[in-house]
Every structure is written in structure tokens, then in C-alpha cells.
């Protein structure tokens, strides 16, 4: 398990702890400046057949927060789990991370000029109460109608083999887009921070306090 920061005298708060080996997720929750854990859920992360993209999002999220929570010692406190999945979907069909260049090419091509809808899911648990809050968080994005040699001179420059949809909003891969739409704009990026404060503050979990 690894520690993000370090808690700020004179504020109480339950233990916080993101089940996820994401650097981005790491990197969003690090916004909100707010002390935190890391741990990997071990679990089988493949769709389940006839599963709809929304319902494998929802499931994963929630199973990541589980596994963390199940592993913890019986003498941890109060501590609220953070699980959060992401899936694309394209016609119909999920889309993974490509991890190759030619898989991340073929997805692009497929998807230029069109509309993919990214599902990410965030699911917080409470161990305190064994109570879990769970949202899917829904973002329409339409892709420009770029030529061969322009995806491919993105991919070499971003190399972005580990994200769905194989583009980087947050980065170069903005210009492979022509609109997003969503209610939360960290939610493409992989944590949907607003859905996350709600459910933070929700839980009794302090956030704006003086410092």
C-alpha cells in the first residue's frame, strides 16, 4: 500500500484508500489535497458475457472497492474504499486499452469522426457500515475525422496504449476531438471528482476546513 500525503494537524478524518494501480486516478484524487492510500484490488477485470458497458463499469468499480476493503487487517478503523472502472463503448461494443501501437491505430480509425461513450464508474464503500455508493458517470465524446498519418504521429508522441479510446484528454490527444460532453470533466480522465466530493462529504468525510 502506498501513501499519496500526509494528514493535516488538527482535522480528523476516517482513512481514505484508492483501490486502483492508475497513475491518473492517483493523480486526479491528489487534487482535492486530501491524505490517501493506494492499493491494487486483485480481480478479474473481463466483461461478463451479454453484460451491458454501463453494468461491467458499475460491477468493476464496485468489486475493486470490495477486494480492498476485505483485505484489510481487523484492527483497521473506519476507512472509506474508492473503486473506479472505466469503459468505452463503440458501437455497441466495449472498448478496451490497446497496448500496442497498431491496436491503438485500428481503434482511432474506427472511431474518427464518430461519437464513443466512456462509462466511468465510482463506487464508495464504508466500512464502518458496510454501505456502498455507486454512480456511473456518462461522457459523450466525438472524435475529429483525422488522416492516417495524423493519428499515427499522435500515437507516437502521446503513446497512449494504456487508456480506452487510446487518447489522452488531458494531454495531445485533445486535438483528436471535436466535443465532450459530460457532467464532470475529470470523469474522462478516469475519477470523476465531483461524483467523488459528493460522496466524500455525504459520508461525513471533511474536505473544506480550515487549514
Do not use: N
Not at 87 to 102: N, Y
Not at 142 to 159: I, K, N, P, T, V
Not at 178 to 204: F, K, V, Y
Amino acid at each position: 500500500m502506498q501513501d499519496s500525503s500526509s494528514p493535516r494537524p488538527g482535522i480528523e478524518r476516517p482513512a481514505l484508500i484508492l483501490g486502483s494501480s492508475s497513475r491518473y486516478r492517483r493523480e486526479l484524487l491528489e487534487r482535492l489535497r486530501i491524505p490517501f492510500t493506494t492499493a491494487v484490488p486483485a480481480i478479474d477485470e473481463m466483461p461478463h458475457a451479454g453484460e451491458t458497458p454501463e453494468a461491467t463499469a458499475l460491477r468493476l468499480a464496485q468489486a475493486k472497492a470490495r477486494a480492498v476493503a476485505d483485505a484489510l487487517p481487523a484492527t483497521a478503523g473506519r476507512t472509506l474504499v474508492i473503486g473506479s472502472d472505466q469503459v468505452a463503448t463503440f458501437d455497441g461494443l466495449q472498448i478496451g486499452k490497446p497496448g500496442t501501437h497498431e491496436r491503438a491505430l485500428a481503434q482511432l480509425q474506427a472511431m474518427r469522426g464518430r461519437e464513443v461513450l466512456f462509462h466511468s464508474a465510482l463506487s464508495l464503500l464504508d466500512t464502518a457500515t458496510g454501505q456502498t455508493d455507486t454512480v456511473d458517470v456518462v461522457t459523450t465524446v466525438r472524435f475529429r475525422s483525422l488522416s492516417d498519418a495524423a493519428l499515427d504521429a499522435y500515437l507516437h508522441a502521446e503513446q497512449p496504449y494504456d487508456c480506452a479510446g487510446s487518447a489522452k484528454s488531458e494531454g495531445l490527444g485533445i486535438a483528436l476531438l471535436e466535443a465532450i460532453e459530460s457532467d464532470d470533466p475529470t470523469a474522462l480522465i478516469g475519477l470523476p471528482l465531483i461524483a467523488l466530493t459528493r460522496m466524500l462529504l455525504a459520508a461525513g468525510y471533511p474536505l473544506l476546513e480550515a487549514q
